[in-house]
T-cell receptor, first 114, second 115 residues
Framework: KQEVTQIPAALSVPEGENLVLNCSFT??????LQWFRQDPGKGLTSLLL?????REQTSGRLNASLDKSSGRSTLYIAASQPGDSATYLC?????????????FGAGTRLFVKA | NAGVTQTPKFRVLKTGQSMTLLCAQD?????MYWYRQDPGMGLRLIHY???????AKGEVPDGYNVSRLKKQNFLLGLESAAPSQTSVYFC??????????????FGPGTRLTVT
């Protein structure tokens, strides 16, 4: 059964710091991995989607990598800002469930101090 | 283009009452999903639909029913609410990208409390 784990559960950093959020999954048979941002009381916003054949994706100050063989993904945030404060969720779409199910991690709650 | 909308935003029910949550999307997406999010846990899939008139069970379907009578709408029903169904409910929709990938778009959520 696919499980997704995110470490750390919470993180507090000063503004300007570069930081890495970690995501691990137990089964490498996935279609893709997606990183989301969730603001308090809001829905999820897709940040980056990495297909299983890709190693990384970049958008602005965000870079996500995928290593299927080790079951790991990292989200790198450069030059963090207070506006980056949110919960970051990673999710994988397993191949062995027909492809329509997505398994989410519990998220990393990030606080960037001004 | 409103994306994915959910109605209502908040609701308080008494145990045993019933209600329906409405999800609507204006992106012509084939696939729609209902999730619940509980503190300290990731989102868990309740039911999903791969097209108008079809529905399928997700990870935690017990106590819920769904219907997809129109492509743009996906309804989630609670026939007899229980305190264990207190949660935040999210609807999502997706389309099939080139290469077979599905990228999900989420609604703002419905916060449901069952007393």
């Amino acid at each position: 059964k696919q499980e997704v784990t995110q470490i750390p559960a919470a993180l507090s950093v000063p503004e300007g710091e570069n930081l890495v959020l970690n995501c691990s999954f137990t089964d490498s048979a996935i279609y893709n991995l997606q990183w989301f941002r969730q603001d308090p009381g809001k829905g999820l916003t897709s940040l980056l989607l990495i297909q299983s054949s890709q190693r990384e994706q970049t958008s602005g100050r965000l870079n996500a990598s995928l290593d299927k063989s080790s079951g790991r993904s990292t989200l790198y945030i450069a030059a963090s800002q207070p506006g980056d404060s949110a919960t970051y969720l990673c999710a994988v779409r397993p191949r062995n469930t027909g492809g329509f199910k997505t398994i989410f991690g519990a998220g990393t709650r990030l606080f960037v101090k001004a | 283009n409103a994306g994915v909308t959910q109605t209502p935003k908040f609701r308080v029910l008494k145990t045993g009452q019933s209600m329906t949550l409405l999800c609507a999307q204006d992106m012509n997406h084939e696939y729609m999903y209902w999730y619940r999010q509980d503190p300290g846990m990731g989102l868990r899939l309740i039911h999903y639909s791969v097209g108008e008139g079809t529905t399928a069970k997700g990870e935690v379907p017990d106590g819920y029913n769904v219907s997809r009578l129109k492509k743009q709408n996906f309804l989630l029903g609670l026939e007899s609410a229980a305190p264990s169904q207190t949660s935040v409910y999210f609807c999502a929709s997706s389309y099939l990208m080139r290469g077979g990938d599905l990228e999900q778009y989420f609604g703002p959520g419905t916060r449901l409390t069952v007393t």
